[in-house]
Structures are given as C-alpha cells and as structure tokens.
C-alpha cells in the first residue's frame, strides 16, 4: 500500500500531562483502551506488517488493520478499517496516525485520520464524532486515573450517508 | 476552496457554571492560557482583549454573543506586525451538558484571505483547551513552552 496516496482528513491533537511511554502503552494495549475507547480492547502486534484488531465489549471484531510504521514511543500507524460489509470496497482504507511528541513538561499526542480518495464531510462525521471524546477520555484516564463516561450516541449523520451509498451498518 | 474554519471538541468533567467560569474570569484564564488575562464587561458589542503578564494588549476584539453559561462569542486578532494581513475573526464557544460531562465545542471562523492569524490559532487552541481541561479535572494546568506549539514565521 502506498501511503503518500493517503491524505489528512482529520487532525485532533491533545496535550497530557503524562510521559510519551505511557501514552504509548494507553494507544496499545487492551487494558487501556477498554477504559477510554467505549470498552473495546485493542490487540496490536507492534510491528511492521502486524494486525491491528479492535473487538467489541463482547469480543466481536469491530476494527480490523495492519501496521504500517511502529516507532514506540513516537509514532504508529495502522489502517483502521471498521468490519461493515462493502465499508471498505467502496470509501478505500482508512489511515490511522498517532504522533507523540514532547512538549515541555506535557506530551502533544496527533491524531491523524487519512484517506486515499475525497470522502464528505457527511461521511467523516463519523470519525470527527469519536476521536475527540476517545481522546478527551484517554487524557483524563492518564491524568486523574478514571476515564471519562462518555455516554456517545450513534454517529447518525455518518450512518445516513453510508446508507445513502448502499453500505449496510449493523 | 474552502474557508478557513478552525473545530475543536474536548469533553470534560465538570458543569457548565465552571466551565463558563474558566473561560471568561481573568485569574482562571491567566493559569492555564499562557499567563493571558482576558479584559471585557462581557456586554455584546463591547471591546474584548487579552492581556500578557505585563499588563500590555496581545490581542483585540468584540464581544458578539454572552448567553451564559451556554454560548460565549467573540472577535479578535493578535495586534502584533506579523498579524497586520489579518482581522479579528469569530470565536464561538458551545457548552453543552453531556451525562456528567460538559462536551465543548470551540468554532473559530472568518479569517482573512491568505491569513497567518489562522496558523496561530490553529497550534494555541489545543494546548490553551488540553490545559484547561487539565486545570478543571486535576487542578493543575500543563507546563507547556509556547515555542513548543512551533509557530509559521
């Protein structure tokens, strides 16, 4: 897969007082995630060309992808690819990079979402939707122990235009 | 093309009165938003400024909206050379009560043609709203150089 194809749809960057390890080890590891991320583990081989999964809280496959750069403590990247059927096929992978970085006594964590072809704004709302309740949760998690309960309802507006296209949603 | 906007939404636990606090009382703001206080009797249409640690203006504007503790707008632009291309453009801040969370959402919008301003904001909201989150949760703001926000010259 060439990754210059793919380009920025969606940037959310959020500064922790934590140290770029742990936010490392919040990005990659079951444990963390479940708090943060709507109660789905993560289970990521940390390698070049290793499978990324996401599950369900009952242990369904949610997320599936594979990882394209691993540089810990600094950068991951992974195709992030959500198991609907024809998702995929028909609006190509989705890019997933994090970026740590230093920032004085905090750690910059960058999210960035990509795409290899224009998707609307109807269809990104979905990611747009996530991402920053996710991240405002990792954040709380590493900064004051307990994520926040982010009680989301269903990214209705990404929903309607999957529909719009054909794509079937569970 | 399209026009310059900037979106960001954090989620926070605490209530909308301490939120609506934190942006707008200049003892709050000068904890976690590099040192800025900000200057305004908060009547639509009056003037808006921030204020460094000195006590000399960085940065102008207009109230546009104060409908506490919900919807908080305002104009303005760094006063500095670098901004002198630039106009004060609109920042609306959205609290809404989400659970036991307050999600906020910060729009910033109608920047100049070609503006530096919008680079500017675009680095300064996420450490200004990641440390404000910190301060409302922990009590404690982050450290955070502003050269580490890596401003365009």
Redesign the interface.
């Given at each position: 897969m060439d990754l210059s194809r793919f380009k920025p749809a969606t940037v959310y960057t959020i500064y922790i007082a934590s140290t770029p390890e742990k936010v490392w080890q919040a990005l990659t590891t079951a444990e963390f995630s479940r708090k943060y991320f709507f109660g789905n583990p993560v289970d990521i081989e940390l390698r070049v060309g290793g499978a990324f999964i996401v599950r369900t809280p009952d242990g369904a496959l949610h997320i599936s992808g594979e990882v394209f750069e691993c540089d810990p403590p600094r950068k991951l990247t992974h195709t992030f690819n959500v198991n609907w059927p024809a998702l995929s096929e028909t609006l190509g992978p989705t890019l997933v990079s994090y970026e740590i970085e230093q920032a004085g006594q905090a750690v910059k964590l960058t999210m960035t979402e990509s795409h290899d072809r224009p998707l609307d704004d109807d269809i990104l709302s979905g990611g747009r939707q996530g991402w920053p309740a996710i991240l405002s949760s990792l954040k709380s998690l590493l900064e004051t122990g307990e994520p926040l309960t982010v009680q989301m309802a269903p990214p209705q507006r990404m929903l309607d235009a999957l529909k719009r296209l054909g794509i079937g949603t569970p | 093309m399209r026009k310059p906007e900037f979106v960001?939404?954090?989620?926070?636990?605490t209530t909308p009165e301490k939120l609506w606090e934190a942006l707008t009382d200049a003892d709050f703001t000068e904890r976690y938003w590099f040192s800025a206080r900000l200057k305004s009797d908060w009547k639509v249409g009056s003037s808006f400024e921030m204020l460094r640690g000195d006590g000399t203006v960085s940065d102008a504007g207009k109230v546009v909206e104060y409908d506490r503790p919900r919807r908080l707008a305002y104009t303005f632009v760094n006063i500095s050379d670098k901004y002198k291309n630039d106009r004060p453009a609109l920042a609306t801040f959205v609290l809404e009560p989400?659970?036991?969370?307050v999600k906020l959402t910060l729009t910033h919008e109608g920047f100049a043609e070609g503006s530096k301003f919008f680079d500017g904001i675009s680095k300064g909201w996420?450490?200004i709203l990641?440390?404000l989150?910190?301060t409302l949760?922990?009590g404690?703001p982050?450290?955070?150089?502003f050269e580490?926000l890596k401003f365009e010259d």
């Open positions: - | 960001y939404v954090t989620y926070i636990e989400f659970g036991k969370l996420p450490a990641s440390s989150k910190s949760e922990t404690k982050l450290e955070i150089p580490a």
